[in-house]
């Protein structure tokens, strides 16, 4: 049997898309009193000569830093209620649930959904605000040790392995024991990739702005309106003005009547609007009129 495919899914990226902040920089390193630049500058390191990963490489950095004084993940949790975010966040979450899908909708069942996919900390983002509003965090896990401390790496997330769990949304997989890579038809997938939109900031996000456009859904970039060297927007302008990886750019404002925020709702109305469209006209073609005297 088809799956009814009514949910539709907003996807986020963290860093520079949600909050104008890296995690780490804002609430892991004056935890600590680790130095921003140093960290950073041991991880370009790593990567330029001796051909580690990004996330890897930071992942090792922020254990080798640590030391004896590594947090467990429930520290991590705690330390990620500090977070801030681009105005607007996170009461947006909730006002598009409560003031955007009609009656309408709602008799076809039509629910929205929100996710976030971070090559950032997972912990710290099961640990902020945004949490409650999103229905699955997909990011950079450690493991614990025996005492309960971080460890080895357990879950590493790269730009490019990101799309993976845009299939997993597509499929339903949320589990990560499940393989996505299982067939399933595409009209037993319950989110389909037009149902979708995904929000990001940059070129690492790439990868699955190429999935949304190839395979029907929303591409938008996002910049930072406060940022002065103008860095952030001409970023996003070369992924939308040359490179035709997103449909449109905004600034990370998620206020009402905000650019982005009219973007958003515009998508998630014009999704619903399909479904419905789509689900009269299938409820049309499987109907036998009854005979006519």
Not at 50 to 58: P, T
Not at 136 to 143: H, P, S, T, Y
Not at 156 to 183: A, Y
Request: hydrophobic share 35%; aromatic share 8%.
């Amino acid at each position: 049997m088809a799956s009814p495919q009514t949910s539709i899914a907003i996807i986020y990226d963290y860093d520079q898309t949600l909050s104008p902040n890296y995690m780490q920089d804002e609430v892991l390193f004056p935890a600590f009193g680790i130095s921003a630049a140093q960290f950073w500058a041991r991880c370009g390191d790593l990567v330029k000569s001796q051909g580690y990963d990004n996330e890897l490489a930071y992942m090792k950095v922020m254990l080798d830093t640590l030391g004896m004084d590594r947090p467990t993940n429930a520290d991590l949790r705690a330390l990620g209620t500090k977070m801030n975010f681009y105005p607007g966040l996170p009461q947006m979450f909730e006002e598009l649930q409560t003031g955007l899908l009609t009656a309408e909708h709602a008799t076809h069942d039509i629910r929205l959904e929100h996710y976030i996919i971070s090559s950032g900390l997972q912990e710290l983002i099961e640990g902020s605000r945004l949490r409650p509003h999103v229905k699955a965090v997909f990011g950079c896990e450690f493991a614990e040790d025996n005492s309960g401390r971080i460890t080895f790496p357990r879950r590493v997330i790269s730009h490019t392995t990101k799309t993976q769990f845009l299939f997993r949304i597509n499929k339903g997989m949320l589990d990560l024991s499940e393989d996505v890579n299982d067939h399933m038809a595409p009209e037993l997938r319950p989110v389909p990739f037009q149902n979708m939109i995904y929000v990001g900031d940059g070129p690492t996000d790439v990868p699955c702005f190429t999935v949304m456009r190839k395979s029907g859904g929303y591409a938008v970039a996002v910049y930072n309106p406060d940022d002065p060297s103008r860095t952030s927007f001409k970023k996003c302008y070369q992924l939308c003005a040359h490179a035709g990886r997103v449909q449109h750019i905004a600034p990370s404002d998620f206020r009402p009547g905000s650019h982005l925020r009219l973007l958003l709702e515009e998508m998630v109305v014009e999704i619903a609007d399909g479904i419905v469209a789509r689900r009269r006209r299938d409820a049309e073609e499987g109907t036998v009129k009854a005979p006519r005297h």
